[in-house]
C-alpha cells in the first residue's frame, strides 16, 4: 500500500515536505538548535530561497533570521545526538505548516511550505525528550500561508471509529445474508442466478473497505486475489469471491463451485460473530479514507481484480460509497482543519457523476468497452480524488504533540 508522506501546496503546485500526519500539524519544529548561520535566505538550485536551521540538545529552530513570505524551503539540520521530529507551526494555534521526521543525529533534510504574514515557530519533538518550542518568528505582510491544520488527537476519533465499527457490523448482516442467496443458487444449479447474485453480494463487502485491516487474514479468505498464488487460479488457497468469479465467468459447474460457497459463507461468518470482539485503530481512519480510493485506481480501473465478471466499474462506485461512509464520520473534524474540504467535495462528486455517466442505473459496461475518452475522465477523476484524500490521511495521522 501506498502511503501518503507529504500533502500538496496546491497554491505553489509544489509538494510540500511533511509526514502522514503534517497536516494535522502546523509548525516547523527542529529538535534542539545551536546558531549555525544567521544569514538571508538564498536561492538554491531549485530556484526557492533557502534557509538553514538548526536543532541541537535544548534548542529549536535557530538560524531563521531573516523571515520572508512565498515558496521555501528550510534546510534542518539536527546538530544533537538523538533522532528528532521537526515542525513549522502557528505558536497560537498550534497549527503545523509543514514537518520533517526521524531526523536523525548529523543530518540536513529540506522542509519545502509556503510562509504568509503571520507568526512561526519550530517545535522540536526529539526521541525520549520532552518536546520544545523555539521563538516566535514574525513574517510581515498578508501574503497567504500554505496549508496548515491542527493536529488530531487519538480522542478526537474515537467516537467516529466506534461508530462506524458499529456500521461494518450492519453491514456483515446484510453480507451473510446476500453470501447466503448466492450459495443457495449454487447449491440448486441455478449458475444465471448466482451470477447475478455473486455481484450482489460481493458489491456490499466493497463499500466496507475501511475496516479491511481489521479484518485480518478474513479478507485474504474472503477477498483475495491470485496474487503471490504460486498456483493462480487453480491454487488451493485461492478462496472467496474471487474464485467463485473465475469458475462462475469460466464455464464451472454447479457441483465444482459449491464447496467455494460453503467456505464463503463460513468465513463470512466466522468474521461477522468475531467483529463485536474486534477494536478498529482510530489511527487507521484518516488513512483507510484514502487507501480504499487508491486501491480501487490501482486494482479496479485498471481491471486487475476482473476474474470474469467485468464488474470493475461497479466495484468502483461501491469503493467510492465505503469512502463517504468514512469521511462522513470524520466530517466535523475534516472541517475544522481542512480549507479545501469544498474542492474535496466536488472531486468526489465530479468522480460519481463520471461513473453514473458510463453506468445505466447501476449497470456498468466493461472496462474495455470504454472510449478512450471515457477512460481518461475516469482516471482523471479519480486521480484528483485520490491526491486530496491524501491530505485527509495526513490530517488524520495521530501524531505526538509534547
Known amino acids: 500500500m501506498i502511503r501518503p508522506r507529504m500533502f500538496r501546496d496546491r497554491a505553489a503546485g509544489r509538494p510540500v515536505v511533511a509526514g502522514v500526519l503534517a497536516l494535522a500539524l502546523s509548525g516547523a519544529a527542529l529538535a534542539g538548535c545551536a546558531a549555525h548561520r544567521a544569514a538571508p535566505a538564498a536561492d538554491d538550485a531549485d530556484g526557492l530561497p533557502h534557509t538553514t536551521v538548526q536543532v541541537s540538545l535544548g534548542r529549536c529552530g535557530t538560524g531563521w533570521s531573516h523571515p520572508r513570505s512565498g515558496v521555501q524551503v528550510f534546510d534542518i539540520h539536527n546538530a544533537s545526538d538523538a533522532p528528532t521530529e521537526v515542525d513549522l507551526i502557528d505558536p497560537r494555534?498550534?497549527?503545523?505548516?509543514?514537518?520533517?521526521?526521524?531526523?536523525?543525529p548529523g543530518t540536513t533534510?529540506?522542509?519545502?511550505?509556503?510562509?504568509?504574514?503571520?507568526?512561526?515557530?519550530?517545535?522540536?519533538?526529539?526521541?525520549d525528550a520532552d518536546a520544545m518550542t523555539g521563538g516566535t518568528v514574525t513574517v510581515p505582510g498578508h501574503a497567504p500561508a500554505g496549508p496548515s491544520a491542527p493536529a488530531v488527537s487519538e480522542q478526537d476519533v474515537i467516537p467516529a471509529t466506534i461508530a462506524y465499527q458499529k456500521w461494518i457490523g450492519g453491514r456483515?448482516?446484510?453480507?451473510?445474508?446476500?453470501?447466503?442467496?448466492?450459495k443457495g443458487d449454487i447449491d440448486r444449479g441455478d449458475l444465471a442466478a448466482a451470477r447475478r447474485d455473486w455481484l450482489t453480494a460481493h458489491l456490499v463487502y466493497e463499500t466496507m473497505g475501511a475496516a479491511y485491516d481489521t479484518f485480518g487474514a478474513a479478507d485474504g479468505e474472503i477477498n483475495g486475489t491470485t496474487a503471490g498464488l504460486d498456483g493462480g487460479v487453480t491454487d488451493k488457497d485461492f478462496t472467496g469471491f474471487h474464485r467463485i468469479e473465475y469458475g462462475l465467468w469460466h464455464g464451472a459447474s454447479a457441483a465444482a463451485l459449491k464447496p467455494f460457497?460453503?467456505?464463503?459463507?463460513a468465513d463470512i461468518g466466522a468474521l461477522r460473530r468475531s467483529w463485536p470482539q474486534a477494536r478498529m485503530d482510530p489511527l487507521q481512519m484518516g488513512l483507510r479514507a484514502h487507501e480504499i480510493l487508491e486501491n480501487t485506481v490501482q486494482f479496479e480501473l485498471t481491471g486487475r481484480t476482473d476474474y470474469g465478471s467485468h464488474s470493475n466499474l461497479a466495484?468502483?462506485?461501491?469503493?467510492?460509497?465505503?469512502?463517504?461512509e468514512v469521511l462522513s464520520g470524520l466530517r466535523a473534524?475534516?472541517?475544522?482543519?481542512?480549507?479545501?474540504?469544498?474542492?474535496?467535495?466536488?472531486?468526489?462528486?465530479?468522480?460519481?457523476?463520471?461513473?453514473?455517466?458510463v453506468g445505466h442505473g447501476g449497470h456498468y459496461p466493461p472496462l474495455d468497452d470504454l472510449s478512450?475518452?471515457?477512460?481518461?475522465q475516469l482516471d482523471a477523476a479519480a486521480d484528483d480524488a485520490v491526491e486530496r484524500l491524501a491530505d485527509i490521511a495526513a490530517i488524520f495521522d495521530i501524531r505526538r504533540t509534547s
Open 93 to 104: 494555534t498550534q497549527a503545523v505548516y509543514g514537518e520533517v521526521e526521524g531526523l536523525g
Open 109 to 127: 533534510r529540506p522542509m519545502q511550505v509556503t510562509v504568509g504574514g503571520g507568526s512561526y515557530a519550530f517545535k522540536c519533538l526529539p526521541d
Open 172 to 182: 456483515m448482516t446484510v453480507l451473510a445474508a446476500r453470501a447466503g442467496v448466492l
Open 261 to 265: 460457497a460453503a467456505r464463503l459463507t
Open 315 to 324: 466495484t468502483a462506485a461501491a469503493n467510492l460509497a465505503g469512502t463517504r
Open 333 to 357: 473534524q475534516i472541517a475544522a482543519r481542512y480549507r479545501a474540504l469544498p474542492q474535496l467535495d466536488a472531486s468526489l462528486a465530479r468522480l460519481s457523476g463520471t461513473l453514473d455517466g
Open 372 to 376: 478512450r475518452t471515457r477512460r481518461e
